[in-house]
């Protein structure tokens, strides 16, 4: 498959994005020979890349990880912030923060919580990023207001939303405390900041988001700003999804 030469750095554990695309425009990365652009692209597998003279091999390629990271609120979901706000690359220790390529898996806005997946393996996150391939995910969520039942049939049905009808969600409310509603959330889509949004247009923000689920790998007792590696179980039912996802 083929992917973007910067992409393809970052992966590989050489550098940073924003590193990679510098190597690139001083001339210093070749592919098959043929000093590269910027938005060139690459088959890692097949093709001949250089970088300062060395050609890339398996021997420089990191060993694949698979991390569940507990995202405290305030952090950016991504390696790199231009603004210099913290990420969440910034909760693992310096031997896991560069040169090996680790980077999230999609996004949890930066003010909410919960399960976030790091991984260098690029395939994967290729998979898990794709909508034909949404995982369902779980959230604890607690809105601003007393939302009635009609509101949430809607919204658990699915309804026209920007031009797109949204897939049905599993909605449970767990609590109705004063002027709050806290409910349990599965979706199996991932639009832009969805929950938060579709809540304000219903006229109920959303007081607080966190993730405890991404499909059977849960966040359980890990402490915020923690993370661990996946389990043997998580990794076997996470490819298993995948597989099965793939044949529809």
């Known amino acids: 498959m083929s992917e973007r030469i910067q992409k393809i750095l970052r992966e590989w554990g050489i550098a940073s994005r924003r590193e990679a695309e510098t190597m690139i425009t001083e001339g210093r990365v070749k592919v098959n020979g043929v000093v590269t652009q910027?938005?060139?692209?690459?088959?890692?597998?097949?093709d001949k890349i250089e970088v300062d003279g060395k050609i890339l091999s398996n021997d420089y390629r990191p060993r694949l990880i698979y991390f569940l990271l507990n995202k405290p609120k305030?952090?950016?979901?991504?390696?790199?912030?231009?603004?210099?706000?913290?990420?969440?690359?910034?909760l693992l220790p310096p031997h896991l923060k560069s040169g090996k390529g680790i980077h999230p898996v999609g996004r949890l806005d930066r003010n909410s919580t919960g399960a976030l997946l790091l991984t260098n393996d690029g395939s994967l996150t290729v998979k898990l990023t794709h909508p034909?391939?949404?995982?369902?995910?779980?959230?604890?969520v607690t809105l601003e207001g007393n939302i009635p039942?009609?509101?949430?049939?809607?919204?658990?049905?699915?309804?026209?939303?920007?031009?797109?009808?949204?897939l049905p969600a599993e909605i449970t409310i767990n609590k109705r405390s004063g002027n709050q509603t806290q409910m349990e959330i599965i979706l199996r889509e991932g639009r832009y900041r969805q929950i938060r949004r579709i809540a304000e247009l219903f006229g109920y923000p959303v007081v607080s988001l966190h993730r405890k689920a991404i499909g059977t790998i849960k966040i359980a007792s890990l402490s915020s700003g923690k993370y661990r590696t996946l389990t043997i179980p998580e990794m076997y039912d996470l490819k298993k999804t995948i597989r099965e996802m793939s044949k529809n």
């Open 38 to 46: 910027l938005g060139d692209k690459a088959n890692a597998v097949k």
């Open 132 to 140: 034909r391939y949404d995982l369902p995910k779980t959230y604890l």
């Open 74 to 90: 305030g952090y950016i979901s991504t390696c790199e912030d231009p603004q210099g706000r913290k990420t969440v690359m910034d």
């Open 149 to 166: 039942n009609k509101i949430i049939q809607q919204w658990a049905e699915g309804f026209m939303w920007e031009g797109k009808q949204t």
